[in-house]
């Protein structure tokens, strides 16, 4: 029996300072976590001019998007429009201690500061885990 | 077989709703309260308790900044809703606020968590806001929405 529980990981793109330097390719990595979660998208806190990316799953060797062409708008939506977080066509099971490689690139010419990368989804919990209050809501549920 | 998962996690409200015997909607409003002249100001706030189960399907804020930060913990179970990485030069105190709580002044300013959240009874969502270091957001009012659960 599981718990389901909402989720944001979210990571520094670009350098130790959030900056995607111009002409920089800039490589992150999800947390690996020790329980799978459910990933239904993403966000970023910045509007991706001609910023590309592409993502790998380091676990099961999947990669994603295979080059540098994908936009950041078609992965992660545009910032301050209807959709913040862009869902994915169907939520991704996450395995644990799953790292996603994130790598983004900005091609605009310009820096970009303090830029965000939040991946959205739902933790999945087991019982043996949780605290009493959360034990009475997966009863509740089952 | 293949196992696909639906956003919004429908059948799972439905086994928690089974329970009640119906609900009222609710909408739980706290006010942040930036002084909009302090850069990177650190607020906490709580949302208002309510005397029964409830279950949150959505928040709203009624600004626009997407370099507001917030981290949010459910008191009563201790858990973080957010996972946050560190850094030597940044320090990251939440995610974008509106990846969660959407973007006011859009066509869904409401904007539906992916996974709804069970807030017991008595239980408050602690809300860890951070305004931004340049455009400085001024006030602030953030509101869970979703449903009272009554016997």
Redesign the interface.
């Known amino acids: 029996m599981n718990i389901?529980?909402?989720?944001?990981?979210?990571?520094?793109s670009g350098?130790?300072?959030?900056v995607l330097v111009a002409n920089m390719r800039y490589i992150?990595y999800s947390?690996p976590?020790a329980e799978r979660y459910?990933l239904?998208?993403f966000?970023v806190?910045?509007n991706p001019a001609s910023v590309t990316i592409t993502l790998a799953s380091k676990t099961d060797k999947h990669v994603w998007s295979p080059f540098f062409h994908t936009s950041l708008h078609a992965v992660a939506g545009r910032?301050?429009?209807?959709?913040?977080?862009l869902?994915l066509p169907?939520?991704?099971?996450i395995e644990p201690y799953t790292r996603i490689q994130i790598a983004i690139e900005n091609q605009s010419g310009e820096n970009i500061n303090?830029c965000?990368f939040?991946l959205?989804?739902?933790r999945e919990f087991a019982e043996e885990v949780l605290?009493t209050?959360?034990k009475?809501?997966m009863y509740?549920?089952? | 077989m293949l196992t696909v998962y639906e956003p919004y996690f429908v059948d799972y409200v439905k086994g928690i709703t089974k329970d009640y015997r119906t609900f009222k909607p609710i909408f739980l409003t706290s006010a942040i309260g930036f002084d909009g002249a302090t850069a990177s100001q650190h607020l906490t706030v709580f949302s208002p308790a309510v005397d029964a189960d409830c279950i949150l399907f959505a928040f709203n804020v009624d600004f626009n900044n997407s370099n507001v930060l917030v981290k949010i913990t459910d008191v009563s179970s201790g858990y973080v809703w957010n996972m946050l990485q560190s850094s030597p030069t940044l320090t990251i105190a939440g995610s974008p606020n509106q990846c969660i709580m959407g973007v006011t002044g859009q066509v869904m300013p409401v904007l539906p968590l992916v996974c709804p959240f069970f807030l017991s009874r008595q239980s408050k969502l602690q809300y860890d806001f951070r305004n931004s270091a340049t455009s400085l957001t001024t006030g602030g009012n953030v509101t869970a929405v979703g449903i009272k659960l009554l016997n």
């Open positions: 389901y529980l909402p989720y944001f990981d979210t990571l520094i350098t130790p300072g959030g992150v947390h976590i459910i239904s998208g966000n806190n910045f910032v301050g429009d209807v959709e913040p977080v869902l169907r939520a991704q099971p303090n965000l939040t959205v989804g739902t605290c209050t959360l009475d809501w509740k549920a089952a």
